[in-house]
């Protein structure tokens, strides 16, 4: 059974930095591309950053140059490392496959930028 638990979220100033980590079970994504998600109150989830099998990226354009993705195969994890956070950043933070069928999503990890 697939599963994704992702951690590192917290509160942060504006202008502040936080890395998240999404952590696999249940098969290997080594081959897979893999995303971030972010889902705010009362709006849809949305696209954030992916990153390809081989180390591609690509990123929303609301992130890019803040918000960098990486991957650990060997640990079957990835990250977002983020940087000059906004308070419209806020929301709950999923990574899946980068595109349909998802597999199930985890519980996410939430994000609040606020002074």
């Known amino acids: 059974q697939v599963q994704f638990v992702e951690s590192g979220g917290g509160l942060v100033q504006p202008g502040g930095s936080l890395r998240l980590s999404c952590a696999a079970s249940g098969r290997t994504f080594s081959s897979y591309a893999m995303g971030w998600f972010r889902q705010a109150p009362g709006k849809e989830r949305e696209f954030v950053a992916a990153?390809?099998?081989?180390?591609?990226?690509d990123y929303a354009d609301s992130v890019k140059g803040r918000f960098t993705i990486s991957r650990d195969n060997a640990k079957n994890t990835v990250y977002l490392q983020m940087n000059s956070l906004k308070p419209e950043d806020t929301a709950v933070y999923y990574c899946?496959?980068?595109?349909?069928?998802?597999?199930?999503w985890g519980q996410g990890t939430q994000v609040t930028v606020s002074s």
């Open positions: 990153i390809s099998w081989s180390g591609g990226i």
């Open positions: 899946n496959v980068r595109r349909n069928p998802y597999y199930p």
